[in-house]
Nanobody, 122 residues
Framework: VQLQASGGGLVQVGGSLRLSCVASGRTFRRYCLGWFRQAPGKEREFVASISWTGGTTDYADSVKGRFTISKDNAESTVYLQMNSLKPEDTAVYSC????????????????WGQGTLVTVSS
């Protein structure tokens, strides 16, 4: 499985961005997916996840109420809508996939994509 993230860029505080991650593979509809981020000098951290049905989502406390994860099986794409962005959201955002997952997890990510840089300026 190959993953390609896009949609990053420079945005002002309070602005919005939508990240996309396209996944290869013929069974995308059975994938559970996650978004992670890594800020300069910090460890990678979990941002959000979505189950293979799309019915179960989970978010880091720091992004709850501001970010929304979704998936489009027809497009083999997972999205991360990011609103009310803050400087501390600045990071490289990457997507990952668990190809053999249960609806409610826990997820064990098998494949990771290259990241896309999000910079939030104050």
């Amino acid at each position: 499985v190959q993953l390609q993230a896009s949609g990053g860029g420079l945005v002002q505080v309070g602005g919005s961005l939508r990240l996309s991650c396209v996944a290869s593979g013929r069974t995308f509809r059975r994938y559970c997916l996650g978004w992670f981020r890594q800020a300069p000098g910090k460890e990678r951290e979990f941002v959000a996840s979505i189950s293979w049905t799309g019915g179960t989502t989970d978010y880091a406390d720091s992004v709850k109420g501001r970010f929304t994860i979704s998936k489009d099986n027809a497009e083999s794409t997972v999205y991360l809508q990011m609103n009310s962005l803050k400087p501390e959201d600045t990071a490289v955002y990457s997507c990952a996939v668990d190809v053999y997952c249960a609806e409610y997890g826990p997820y064990e990510y098998d494949y990771w994509g290259q990241g896309t840089l999000v910079t939030v300026s104050s």
